[in-house]
């Protein structure tokens, strides 16, 4: 898979749950984007962390194994015929997760690790490399350029928001045409940005009623693809449900989206 398998006259969507919490919520959530996605034609790469590293709490929920759960991902591609995105927080985890996957994700407060963008992009897969949370846009250039130099120009680049004071995010839109004028995909992360990191309770908060906002906007200022993170039980997820998208609201959002992606 490289990159033009992505693109289309429509933006391309990475969606899938936070984290892979078992087979039949993975498949559950896979079928249920699949079928939006074919019927709108929106290329679809489904979209679960093996893991979670990034915690606040030690107590936090990390995953269901490793093996297992990349098995789990393997299994939703093969199913369902969609490519796959994960992310990566060690260099010894990428050519790992590659044997499974077909896009590698490094995560924004990953996003300047050389030897971890080196290490993806020797697996010859998708990199896609998220911004920073306290990074410029004209810095990402810089790491996308690891990934070019390491021979491998299947780049995307996703904002995912600006730290912003304690325990905010904002997307400075201004952003989108900046990188995309580095000549790779960029995509808004329309979940993640309106996380409400480091609450006192130690778990993460959200701001779910602004995503449909957040990708209008997206898509208005050019953004090539969105990621969603979805699921069918928002208030039981076990990672980041207060700030994904339930996933009965994904096919309405999808459509109105299409429709001012059509009138650009």
Do not use: W
């Amino acid at each position: 898979m490289n990159i033009e398998n992505l693109k289309n006259d429509n933006f391309f969507l990475l969606a899938g749950p936070c984290v892979i919490e078992g087979e039949e919520m993975a498949l559950r959530i896979a079928e249920k984007v699949k079928t939006i996605t074919d019927r709108l034609n929106i290329p679809h790469v489904f979209k679960g962390s093996y893991k979670k590293a990034n915690r606040s709490r030690v107590d936090s929920f990390t995953g269901i194994g490793d093996e297992k759960a990349l098995k789990i991902l393997r299994k939703v591609g093969e199913t369902f015929g969609i490519p796959t995105v994960t992310d990566i927080h060690e260099t010894h985890e990428a050519a790992m997760a590659a044997e499974y996957v077909d896009v590698l994700q490094i995560p924004a407060f990953l996003c300047r690790q050389t030897d971890l963008l080196i290490a993806a992009a020797k697996t010859g897969k998708i990199v896609n490399i998220k911004k920073g949370q306290f990074l410029a846009p004209s810095g990402m250039q810089f790491a996308a350029q690891k990934v070019l130099d390491s021979g491998n120009k299947n780049v995307i680049l996703t904002d995912r928001g600006t730290s912003f004071g304690y325990s905010d995010l904002v997307v400075d839109f201004r952003g989108i045409p900046e990188m995309k004028e580095f000549g790779f995909p960029v995509v808004l992360d329309a979940t993640h940005c309106l996380q409400k990191p480091n609450q006192a309770s130690g778990v993460t908060g959200g701001q779910p009623k602004l995503i449909e906002t957040m990708c209008k906007a997206g898509i208005a200022t050019g953004v090539d693809g969105l990621f969603i993170e979805t699921h069918f039980d928002t208030a039981n997820a076990l990672s980041d449900g207060a700030n994904m998208l339930p996933l009965d609201q994904l096919e309405g959002l999808m459509e109105k989206l299409v429709r001012i992606k059509a009138a650009l």
